[in-house]
């Protein structure tokens, strides 16, 4: 493999669009405070390699301007500031990136790092690259430590195994339990029962089975229709665990699903798949304490589609950005597992570049069929994702909801209810004007979930999550 | 699980688990498990089988736009002010060193409308909030977002604003089709119709009239009054006999607006009747020694006076004769007074001494004459020489008709006029007045302020006592002006006697103002095309 280094590129090839630079904002607060410091004004030393490093010095309230630096190359948007703030990035860096973007002179290209900033990206790079070849170097001489590693790893996974196990069991006696009282029952001992039941199984060391466990306890409170869904989603779980406790009998890809369904982490499993990777979709989800980043790829020469999640603590972004609507040339490792399409993005080549080859899209038909082929895999998948060609955004005939419609008029996909009256559906609405439009998005039971869209005739997909 | 009978159906495994397989049995050997199988494979089953939808009825498409795509750092920095405007304000009154980009969308919306280029897509919706939460944006805001905008916001109710009133304008017919007009006239809605004579009225005032006319008799009065106000644009000697009409109208206020527009007419009949009442009640003084002028105001407002839109009954707190009084000087043309008092021109009047007391209800009167009639000799004349002291100034002391005065003005004797006033008194009365200045203001104008604001620093208070004034300067100060109030950003040393820390925060506005400008500058090159 040729690894090159991060110098002899251009990684700064094609600039940010403020939106992608204001998607780095850990929340709304930030994004305007960003917004106003991405004007020339109080900037002045600043400037930008072509490596990917971009630096300044912010004029605050006091009598030392702030020095702020980020670097764009490797994996993941890093800066760093000499300002107080502890947000993540802080909104010079946003400001810097903007003026960045927005091709600001004050931001002269070309020129050699700053002194101070210049010891910081230095620093980085190198500890990236020393990363780089104690990961490569492993197979071969792994040091000490790792050598004592394998039979304690196996013994740590063998001591997990069983207390999930025990925490299946115990999750079978308790849905069986549920179903000979009844869901009615259920209902009235309220959100506290699944809670604790959600508990225990974070006890068993399953978190998969524990989050389960906290949705079925949203369900009653979902409006009318609720005893089916209930059903539905213990049936499923009861299956997921019995999977487990028959994992022994599964086939080995069935087995690894099962597996990470269950909780436990996913590793990449496959060689390294170098593409052009098409960012399609990036959007964060927070349950409060974590905040997930999903990102959907899809592979401009492979045609393959690949889901790379990020995650952040509080306050803090994920660590991982990529620009929506750009390509970005890496290799992308693929996990484990029937019908499994999370990867892990690995090294990056060079910048992200516009253009190149948008995913073909089908029928709504097409789609569903896509859901329902991909159950066979993993019965647990919620949704798959999906390009649909040339689609209609158009309010459902019951007046509530949204619908995507087929060009020809006569068959629609129900739009999710979580995206109804959020601004992405507005903005597919904008894009389509009544006539047909490319959307990418998620694709499951719960209905189809736009992510991203592009007109006929436009190259580059716009983000709508 | 080996079922030999076929599980029931789904509808009667979810009455089972809704009540418990202990209560309902389920034929199973295990029920609650059998029950947990059967569900499983029926939910698996029911996801992999699911059929689309049958559609709803397909939108209208939205109308084309001509319009070309803006050039992409337009659009990069139209996201931009849109996305600072979506975020919360910030916290507290200070307002820091970086512009304040919200209120730049106003200038971004003219100019990329003179350019005429079509709005983003993508952005619509943003753009839509926006003049939503901003009644000010909505007309150019509305312009620029054209007819797809018009499209998008019929789908959503938070965006109805967007089809009141403007709402005709996108389906209004070609003014000159006169069939399609006079259809839309007739079988309109009422904010349709209105759209259409202010359209008609534009293009061919006639054409406008003819077409009021013809239906006026038969419309409602609150319609009759904004039908009327339509006549304001293009109003001529054309209009008197329908306004004159107009003044026997059932409606008061119908009554009250013809007599206003028809007052704006000076050689109209009505014109002629009010220059008669009132100069019957001014006139110069023949005995005393000053040479001044006398006022003898009404005794009665009689039912002539009433048709012609008097109104007898003064305000709470007004005596009666010098309500009449201010009501026929108000209506008389100004052209009237130079005869009536010794040929003397508007300056030689404004400065007659006015016996007893009466001066300032006439000179009120006559400035409001002069804003109605928009007459530059008599406003200029009533606003007198800028360096005065407001108070002691001959016309009015209020800023807003001052402000009103000078709009009859032209651009550049307005801003000099402006310029010499806060050279001579500072800026704590200037707000207003800048207000009615053409942007970007004049090289004087805009140095006078800028001096000002120097003078307010080095006598030591603070700059949010100019927050208003310097955020105008931010939008209407020539860009051109950046490099050469760049030296006023430094922090000068701390003066003796100066505010606690004032000198920072001056230089920080001062900062503000200078990214505005270069930001301002940024976005007409960037709207021009140019890179």
Redesign the interface.
């Known amino acids: 493999m040729v690894a090159s280094t991060v110098g002899d590129m251009n990684q700064l090839g094609v600039r940010w669009?403020?939106?992608q630079v204001?998607a780095l904002a850990p929340d709304?607060?930030s994004?305007?405070?960003g917004?106003?410091?991405?004007?020339?004004?109080?900037w002045s030393d600043a400037g930008c390699d072509d490596a990917g490093a971009l630096w300044g010095l912010c004029?605050?309230?006091g009598?030392r301007p702030y020095r702020t630096v980020v670097d764009l190359a490797g994996a993941g948007t890093a800066s760093t500031c000499s300002c107080p703030s502890r947000k993540f990035p802080c909104k010079h860096a946003l400001?810097l990136l903007?003026l960045w973007?927005?091709?600001?002179p004050v931001v002269r290209a070309g020129t050699e790092p700053a002194e101070w900033a210049g010891e910081w990206v230095r620093g980085r790079r190198e500890r990236a690259e020393a990363q780089k070849e104690g990961a490569t170097a492993e197979p071969g001489g792994a040091p000490a430590e790792k050598t004592a590693g394998p039979e304690a790893a196996r013994r740590r996974a063998e001591r997990r195994a069983a207390r999930i196990e025990a925490g299946a069991s115990e999750l079978e006696q308790r849905?069986?339990?549920l179903?000979?009282?009844?869901?009615?029952?259920a209902e009235r001992e309220g959100y506290g029962y699944w809670e604790e039941t959600a508990a225990r199984m974070v006890d068993a060391q399953a978190p998969g089975l524990a989050a389960r466990v906290r949705e079925l306890g949203s369900i009653p409170s979902s409006g009318p229709g609720w005893?089916?869904r209930?059903?539905?989603e213990?049936?499923?779980l009861?299956?997921l665990d019995g999977a487990w406790l028959g994992r022994a009998r599964l086939p080995a890809d069935l087995a690894t699903t099962v597996r990470t369904r269950v909780g436990l982490p996913s590793a990449p499993a496959g060689p390294a798949v170098h593409d052009s990777w098409l960012v399609l979709a990036q959007y964060d989800q927070s349950d409060g304490k974590v905040t997930t980043r999903r990102i959907w790829l899809y592979g401009q020469g492979t045609g393959r589609t690949a889901l790379v999640l990020s995650f952040g603590a509080a306050g803090r972004a994920p660590e991982i950005s990529l620009p929506v609507g750009l390509a970005v040339d890496a290799e992308v490792l693929p996990h484990g597992g029937a019908g499994q399409l999370r990867a892990t993005l690995g090294e990056r080549f060079g910048a992200p570049h516009a253009g190149g080859a948008l995913p073909q899209g089908g029928g709504?038909?097409q789609a569903?069929e896509a859901?329902?082929?991909a159950?066979?895999e993993d019965?647990w998948l919620d949704f798959v994702p999906v390009t649909l060609g040339g689609v209609?955004p158009?309010?459902?005939?019951d007046g509530e909801g949204w619908?995507l419609?087929?060009a020809d008029?006569?068959?629609?996909?129900?739009v999710a209810s979580a995206a109804v009256g959020r601004?992405g559906l507005?903005?597919l609405?904008?894009?389509s004007?009544?006539?047909p439009v490319a959307v990418f998005g998620e694709c499951?039971?719960g209905g189809f979930q736009p992510l991203a869209a592009w007109?006929p005739g436009s190259g580059e997909p716009?983000a709508l999550a | 699980m080996s079922t030999v009978t076929p599980p029931p159906a789904w509808e009667e495994q979810v009455t089972t688990a809704l009540l418990g397989t202990d209560r309902r049995p389920f034929p199973a050997q295990e029920p609650a498990l059998a029950l947990l199988d059967a569900a499983a494979v029926h939910t698996v089953r029911r996801r992999a089988g699911l059929m689309p939808a049958v559609a709803g009825e397909l939108p209208e498409p939205a109308p084309e736009d001509g319009r070309g795509p803006l050039p992409e750092p337009a659009r990069r920095r139209l996201a931009v002010l849109l996305a600072d405007r979506a975020a919360p304000a910030q916290s507290g009154g200070r307002r820091g060193s970086a512009p304040d980009l919200t209120e730049l969308l106003p200038q971004w919306l003219a100019t990329a409308n003179a350019h005429r280029y079509r709005a983003p897509a993508d952005l619509l919706p943003a753009l839509l909030d926006a003049a939503r939460a901003r009644t000010d944006l909505r007309p150019q805001a509305l312009e620029f977002a054209g007819a797809r905008g018009l499209w998008l916001a019929r789908l959503n109710p938070e965006w109805k604003y967007a089809l009141r009133g403007t709402s005709g304008a996108a389906a209004l017919p070609d003014v000159q089709d006169a069939k399609a007009v006079r259809a839309l006239w007739e079988e309109g809605l009422f904010a349709e119709r209105v759209g259409l004579l202010g359209a008609v009225r534009a293009a061919d005032p006639a054409a406008a009239l003819a077409l009021l006319s013809g239906t006026w008799a038969t419309e409602r009065a609150e319609d009759r009054l904004m039908f009327l106000d339509s006549l304001r644009t293009g109003l001529s000697a054309a209009d008197e006999e329908f306004l004159e009409q107009a003044l026997a109208d059932r409606s008061r206020n119908v009554r009250a607006v013809a007599a206003e527009l028809l007052s704006a007419l000076p050689a109209s009949a009505f014109a002629a009747r009010m220059a008669a009442r009132a100069t019957s009640c001014v006139s110069p003084d023949r005995t005393g020694t000053l040479g001044g002028i006398v006022v003898e105001a009404p005794h009665e407002c009689d039912a002539a006076m009433q048709r012609d839109g008097v109104v007898a009954k003064p305000p709470a707190g007004r005596g009666e004769r010098s309500w009449w009084l201010g009501q026929l000087v108000e209506s008389a043309p100004l052209s009237a007074w130079s005869p009536r008092l010794n040929g003397r021109t508007p300056q030689e009047i404004a400065a007659l001494p006015v016996a007893d007391g009466w001066g300032e209800e006439l000179h009120a009167a006559w400035c409001r004459a002069a804003i109605r009639q928009g007459d530059a000799p008599w406003a200029r004349a009533l606003l007198g020489a800028p360096s005065v002291p407001p108070e002691a100034g001959t016309g009015t002391a209020s800023l807003a008709e001052r402000a009103k005065l000078l709009a009859t003005l032209p651009d550049g004797e307005r801003a000099d006029w402006v310029a010499d006033f806060v050279s001579a008194h500072g800026l704590s009365e200037a707000f207003q007045l800048l207000g009615v200045c053409v942007v970007p203001w004049s090289q004087a104008l805009g140095r006078a302020v800028v001096d000002a604001l120097d003078i307010a620093r080095d006598a030591g208070s603070y700059p949010w006592s100019f927050s208003g004034v310097m955020g105008l300067a931010e939008r209407c100060l020539d860009p051109g002006e950046a490099d050469r109030l760049e030296i006023l950003t430094t922090t000068p040393a701390e003066a003796e006697g100066a505010s606690p820390g004032a000198g920072g925060y001056w230089s920080e506005a001062f900062q503000r103002l200078v990214g505005t400008l270069r930001l301002r500058a940024a976005m007409v090159r960037e709207l021009a095309g140019e890179a």
């Open positions: 669009t403020a939106d204001l709304a607060a994004r305007k405070a917004s106003r410091l991405g004007s020339s004004g109080p004029k605050g309230s009598s400001g903007l973007a927005a091709e600001d849905l069986t339990d179903l000979r009282g009844g869901l009615a029952a005893p089916v209930l059903l539905e213990c049936a499923l009861h299956l709504v038909t569903l859901y329902g082929r159950l066979r019965p209609v158009v309010r459902a005939p619908q419609v087929d008029g006569r068959l629609a996909l129900p601004p507005w903005k609405a904008a894009l004007g009544g006539g499951g039971h007109g716009i």
